[in-house]
Structures are given as structure tokens and as C-alpha cells.
T-cell receptor
Framework: AQSVTQLGSHVSVSEGALVLLRCNYS??????LFWYVQYPNQGLQLLLK??????LVKGINGFEAEFKKSETSFHLTKPSAHMSDAAEYFC?????????????FGAGTRLAVHP | DTGVSQNPRHKITKRGQNVTFRCDPI?????LYWYRQTLGQGPEFLTY????????KSRLLSDRFSAERPKGSFSTLEIQRTEQGDSAMYLC???????????FGQGTRLTVV
């Protein structure tokens, strides 16, 4: 079975500060990991993904995440927060069971950015 | 590529009524997924279609829920005899075969009063 834990349901940062959103996963098989962003009353937009290969992955809007197998983590970072980054962020895991990606999501972290 | 389209965006219904939602995936995406998202939670998997075949259904999908994907194009999700606990955002996603990304629609927000 797979699961995702996002530490911190709410994170608040100042504009220009480092953003760090934490994600730990559990998977009995090599995981594929994703970060999605959701703006109010909108669907989910893919920020970045890790499948295989390089463990540091870069995504859209200046975000990046590092897959650390030993720590079972996939934390999301951005060096400098922008007001437009305020949204809800979801970490997800899948194992391509049956050849398709059924995503298991964490509960989400709401990011607030203040001036 | 117009993205995944879901209709309606919002639906308010009285308890006990039936509702149907529609999802139009990105053209040529043969994989289609439905998820449910309740307030303050991440999306939860409901069901998966590959072309017209429904290959997996979550235990969350009670007998009151039915999903179809005739001809492997658009999909519908019907909820019969709605209950207040059905109030949620229903998200549809699609992906092409062999790829890992799922592209999500904007969702249908259901409110049962």
C-alpha cells in the first residue's frame, strides 16, 4: 500500500523568503512522485514529477523537489516566494500499478505569502 | 489541446435527487480518472477507465455511484439519491497511454442541501 504525509497543513512565508513544503511517502515499490498546485475553486496543475533518474527535479514557476530514498521524502522548495504562489499544494505518489497511474494524494499544505 | 473539460462547474441539489456530471478528456487520451475531494483533504481516487473499459473502482464508489465512458471518449459520473455526505469537488483527469502525468479538469463542485 502507498501513502503520503504532508507535514504542516498551513505554511506562511514572507514574500521573497524560502518556501519549503514537506512530503514523506510510503511505498513498497519504487515510487513515482508528483507535486500539484491548486488555486481556489480550480483543478490541479502539475508542478513537477519524479519518475527515475536525476533525484533533483525542476518544475514550473521556479519550484524544485528532491527525491531522497533514504528519507522517503520529496520536499518541495522555491528560493524566493512570490505573492502568486499562495495556493494549496498536494504531494502524490503512484506505482503505475496495472500500467496506469492511480494517484494517492496527501492532505495538502496551504501556502500563504504575506508582504 | 483545450484541456480536460468538466460540466457543470457547480451543482446544488436537494438530498435524494440524482445528479450527473460530464468530463471531456484531452483528445486522444485513452486513460480517464475520477477523483473526489472533500474540504480540507486531498483528492481520493474513485475510478479509472482505459478507453471504454472501467478497470478499477474504489470502495468509495458506493452502489449509488455509477460511471461510464461510452466509446472511450467523454465520461459521465452519476450519483443517485444524493446524500449530504456526497458534497465535494469531483475531479476528472486524463492521461495518454504510457505517460505518467495526469491532467486535471477544473472540477464540479457538488453541494447537497
Amino acid at each position: 500500500a502507498q501513502s503520503v504525509t504532508q507535514l504542516g497543513s498551513h505554511v506562511s512565508v514572507s514574500e521573497g523568503a524560502l518556501v519549503l513544503l514537506r512530503c514523506n511517502y510510503s511505498s513498497s515499490v519504487p515510487p513515482y512522485l508528483f507535486w500539484y498546485v491548486q488555486y481556489p475553486n480550480q483543478g490541479l496543475q502539475l508542478l513537477l514529477k519524479y519518475t527515475t533518474g536525476a533525484t533533483l527535479v525542476k518544475g514550473i514557476n521556479g519550484f524544485e523537489a528532491e527525491f531522497k530514498k533514504s528519507e522517503t521524502s520529496f520536499h518541495l522548495t522555491k528560493p524566493s516566494a512570490h505573492m502568486s504562489d499562495a495556493a494549496e499544494y498536494f504531494c502524490a505518489v503512484t506505482a503505475l500499478s496495472g500500467g496506469y497511474n492511480k494517484l494517492i494524494f496527501g492532505a495538502g499544505t496551504r501556502l500563504a505569502v504575506h508582504p | 489541446d483545450t484541456g480536460v473539460s468538466q460540466n457543470p462547474r457547480h451543482k446544488i441539489t436537494k438530498r435524494g435527487q440524482n445528479v450527473t456530471f460530464r468530463c471531456d478528456p484531452i483528445s486522444e487520451h485513452n486513460r480517464l480518472y475520477w477523483y473526489r475531494q472533500t474540504l480540507g483533504q486531498g483528492p481520493e481516487f474513485l475510478t479509472y477507465f482505459q478507453n471504454e473499459a472501467q478497470l478499477e473502482k474504489s470502495r468509495l464508489l458506493s452502489d449509488r455511484f455509477s460511471a461510464e465512458r461510452p466509446k472511450g471518449s467523454f465520461s459521465t459520473l452519476e450519483i443517485q439519491r444524493t446524500e449530504q455526505g456526497d458534497s465535494a469537488m469531483y475531479l476528472c483527469a486524463s492521461s495518454p497511454g504510457g505517460k505518467t502525468e495526469a491532467f486535471f479538469g477544473q472540477g464540479t463542485r457538488l453541494t447537497v442541501v
